[in-house]
């Protein structure tokens, strides 16, 4: 979703890669030429990150050119390394170079921002973690010109811009960090800079109002406890760093005004004001962490007592969740086969007087063969949000998404690698609440979870409270403390009698539908087209970006609430389409529509031209409006309900195109292929919601009977789901699969075959419904439409050789109502007079279709007893007929079907 001028939002371009190689088509035309190291071109190029649950998104707008040309002219063993603040700010050291740039424009600042600064010379390599940014105002909103920067070498030479505006203006200073060499710079209170050494010195770095740097040693142990005996303050855990301390980060947490260090002796934390900063814990934290550690991976071990000294843990990195801090640390066992380094997530409780009972240790899936502990400390932590347990570990080569294990869901564990030609992740940081990386070849990425994997916050009640604006009971509802909202439920829609049950109804699909078709009023350039809802309920925090996903989000939280009341069990049905349906399916479909309007927002970042033009059509039939600083996009992804609307929308532009282009023209072919793709992701995505989330929406226990399921992938009628793909198949068969060669027949195949899946499961889903007592004469007329249009769409197909044919052997064995129909398809392709002139049945069926499916049956496991209808049944099929009366038909057939029953046996 590309937004905007505003600065509200980052800009999320379309996928670089998930699982196979797609094209990036990003914003901007900048391309370099004659680079020997992969740069972002920011136009058609590859990149292969395989995931099952996550998109690799290009986020910001396009990058400055002097950040390409920087790439471009490095030399292949310059280290390059990149932060990304979360204000909205990066910067990237290339040797002694240092570039600074805004990522999303803002109000005050719409046209790009981007700064080259000369760092001071250095013996030694230069990274981010060496500079940062600060400002008098918020850096969100702050001008180039009150922004200032303090980079510091290695060496502790310190260089500092009073304003961004001016690269060629700067005072120097040298910083006594003791002889040891610095290691993180970082903007705290005050406008000033904490400065680190590796061994532990820290100094507070500030400029006078002539510019000049003022620097001053943080003194360790003051505070409440300061001044009593060394016995007394390692009882109470304030101590003094040791000589050999080596520090691994240091965290600022501007909303509470603390500065953490985690270093080998610990854990230490300042709170730091404008012009002060008192120390308030200093926890030797380590022995703690590493027997936590040490028990949660090897415990279980019989020797353990013994491996137990051996264990060796380092520590990596610390963010802040709201569980407290989480430290990401290795462990590594020497005498381990194979010696593998286990990446684990600690999170400590940020109190005073912290406990070792107090921990918490996720050990993460992550666990590479043990190098060298500097290789460790290559992989760094993020956390996009502190109050989800989502969590993303990442290094040169890799992301890997898991979890700090103090929340009630989170992501699914996966490894995300950025394996391809001269590509590495060279930094990365936290903006818009999205875990952001830079990658080599690709820029500025965002690893989003796809909404199979999407998590639910902790907090998700609360801030969808604050989304809402306006009295009323609605609101209260929201507010989500239990006990008031039960009792408030119950006295809005009483338990007693029926008379409220259809107002309960209308008014739960009511809100869901409101949070799925909401105006993303937050964003300015919806103003002037949201409805007025002054008196009413309103919306207004679900804004464009992440818009789909919010609303999923939502719709969740909202399904939570129905459930934790008891709301969900008492719901009955409302009318959907001009016919009854069970308001808890009503739910499931709106989440449905939700799944399918993200597929299909994901290819019309891919296939722009023809997802534009359906939707323009689809806005022009319901006679929709486009304000002047909207795009179609934004007004058609608005309403989530109506999303279906695009298939008959793609199947005219698919109409248009192939009339206009060559037959067998690439973009004659292209144009079905894509409008297949389309359908049948959005179609299979629904589906797969539907089937992975049916327990969100079960029916309550002892309810009555509810009225016959039509899911909205099973809809008729004009711009129904099964009259467009009945519409597809004929426009497959008929005008496409007669000019096609062998390559695109086999994809056609494959196309259609989904397709055909989806419409006969919507058959089966509606069926299935009706299987209870009082509709057997309504069931028995369907499945007579079933089995004839199942009939219909497959006869097609018999003319497909075997090599096609086995495309479609799943989809005409589905385990529907009756498996005897499906097989004469099969049994009909085989010229079975060629059989007569041998006396071995087997022998003679061996090159049949049927032969050769009950063999991969077999091949797959599949138990043909339970699997195949009984042969007189299938004798019966009224499409047999004709094969009935050629000679040893019957005889062959009953042969073939006993000997290869007998071969499971």
Not at 542 to 570: N, S, V, Y
């Amino acid at each position: 979703m590309i937004i905007d001028d505003y600065g509200l939002q980052p800009i999320l371009n379309p996928k670089i890669s998930v699982s196979k190689e797609y094209y990036i088509r990003p914003i901007g035309t900048f391309s370099s030429v004659g680079s020997v190291r992969g740069t972002p071109t920011r136009v058609q190029n590859y990149a292969t990150v395989d995931s099952v649950h996550f998109d690799v998104q290009t986020f910001g707008s396009s990058l400055p050119v002097k950040v390409m040309e920087a790439l471009t002219t490095a030399e292949a063993d310059d280290q390059i390394s990149v932060k990304v603040d979360e204000s909205g700010w990066a910067w990237m050291v290339c040797g002694e170079r240092l570039i600074i740039w805004k990522i999303c424009q803002t109000p005050v600042a719409k046209l790009s921002v981007c700064k080259d600064l000369q760092l001071a010379p250095s013996e030694y390599t230069y990274s981010a973690d060496l500079i940062s940014i600060s400002s008098s105002s918020p850096l969100e909103s702050a001008t180039v010109q009150s922004v200032y920067v303090l980079a510091v070498s290695p060496e502790g030479f310190a260089r500092f811009w009073p304003s961004l505006a001016h690269e060629g203006t700067y005072t120097e200073t040298h910083t006594d960090l003791g002889g040891h060499l610095c290691n993180y710079v970082t903007a705290v209170r005050g406008g000033s800079f904490i400065v680190s050494s590796f061994r532990g010195q820290l100094l507070r770095v500030s400029a006078d109002g002539s510019g000049k740097l003022l620097q001053r040693a943080l003194q360790q142990g003051q505070g409440m406890l300061s001044g009593i005996g060394r016995r007394v303050s390692s009882l109470f855990g304030i101590r003094g760093p040791p000589a050999d301390t080596s520090v691994h980060s240091v965290l600022w947490v501007g909303g509470t005004g603390y500065l953490y260090t985690l270093s080998t002796c610990g854990l230490n934390k300042w709170e730091v004001t404008d012009n002060m900063e008192v120390q308030v814990l200093s926890w030797n934290a380590c022995p703690s962490i590493t027997d936590s550690i040490a028990d949660a991976i090897w415990g279980s071990e019989s020797n353990y007592a013994e491996m137990k000294e051996g264990v060796n843990v380092a520590y990596l990195d610390m963010q802040l969740s709201h569980a407290g801090l989480v430290v990401l640390a290795a462990a590594w066992h020497p005498a381990d086969t194979p010696c593998l380094a286990y990446f684990c997530l600690v999170t400590l409780p940020d109190t005073a007087g912290p406990a070792s009972d107090e921990l918490s240790v996720e050990v993460t899936k992550y666990n590479p063969p043990f190098q060298s502990e500097d290789e460790l400390h290559k992989t760094r932590l993020v956390l996009p949000r502190a109050t989800s347990p989502a969590a993303y570990l990442y290094n040169e080569e890799l992301v890997f998404a898991c979890n700090t294990g103090t929340g009630r869901s989170g992501l699914p564990e996966e490894k995300l690698s950025f394996s391809s030609p001269g590509d590495r992740i060279r930094g990365g940081g936290v903006c818009a609440n999205l875990p952001v990386f830079f990658s080599q070849n690709n820029g500025l990425v965002a690893v989003v979870a796809r909404e199979s994997a999407s998590i639910l916050p902790e907090n998700m009640e609360e801030s969808l409270c604050t989304s809402v604006a306006g009295p009323g009971p609605e609101v209260e509802i929201w507010d989500y403390s239990r006990t008031e909202t039960q009792n408030l439920t119950d006295e809005l829609f009483p338990a007693e009698g029926e008379a409220g049950a259809g107002e309960l109804d209308a008014v739960v699909t009511q809100i869901d539908l409101d949070l799925v078709d909401d105006y993303p009023a937050s964003d300015p350039r919806w103003a002037e087209s949201v409805p007025d809802e002054s008196a009413g309920f309103t919306l207004t925090s679900l804004i464009l970006l992440h818009q789909l996903e919010d609303k999923m989000k939502a719709h969740h939280c909202f399904m939570d609430f129905l459930l934790q009341t008891g709301l969900l069990d008492r719901l009955s049905s409302v009318s959907v389409r001009s016919s009854p349906m069970a308001t808890r399916l009503l739910l499931c479909e709106h989440a449905e529509k939700l799944t399918a309007a993200i597929v299909l927002k994901n290819h019309h970042s891919k296939q722009p031209e023809l997802v534009n033009s359906a939707i323009l059509t689809a806005l022009k039939k319901s006679g929709t409006d486009v304000p002047a600083s909207l795009t179609p996009a934004d007004v058609f992804f608005r309403e989530v309900s109506q999303i279906s609307s695009i298939f008959e929308c793609l199947l005219d532009e698919e109409e248009k195109c192939l009339k206009s282009n060559p037959v067998g023209s690439v973009k004659w072919a292209e144009v079905v292929l894509n409008v297949n793709i389309i359908i049948k992701d959005m179609l299979q995505a629904a589906a797969q919601y539907r089937e992975t989330k049916a327990s969100l929406y079960r029916a309550a226990e002892n309810t009555a009977p509810e009225p016959e399921y039509i899911p909205w992938t099973a809809s008729g009628g004009v711009g129904g789901v099964r009259t467009v793909i009945v519409r597809q198949h004929e426009v497959v068969l008929r005008l496409v699969y007669p000019h096609a060669d062998s390559s695109l027949r086999s994809t056609l195949n494959e196309q259609l075959v989904a397709l055909l899946d989806s419409l006969l499961g919507g058959y089966v889903a509606q069926l299935t419904s009706l299987r209870r007592p009082g509709q057997q004469e309504r069931y028995n007329a369907l499945e007579m439409e079933y089995t004839q249009r199942r009939s219909e769409l497959l006869t097609p197909l018999r003319e497909l050789k075997y090599g096609e044919l086995a495309n479609i052997v799943t989809l005409a064995a589905k385990p529907c109502l009756n498996k005897c129909s499906w097989i004469f398809i099969v049994l009909s392709i085989y010229s079975w007079s060629a059989s007569d002139s041998t006396d071995d049945p087997l022998e003679a069926a061996k090159e049949s279709i049927f032969v050769k499916i009950l063999q991969k049956l077999i091949q797959e496991g599949v138990p043909l007893q339970s699997y195949l209808p009984d042969v007189k049944d299938l004798l019966q099929v009224e499409e047999l007929d004709s094969l009935k009366s050629r000679p040893f038909f019957e005889f062959l057939l009953r042969a073939n079907y006993e000997h290869y029953l007998q071969s499971q046996i």
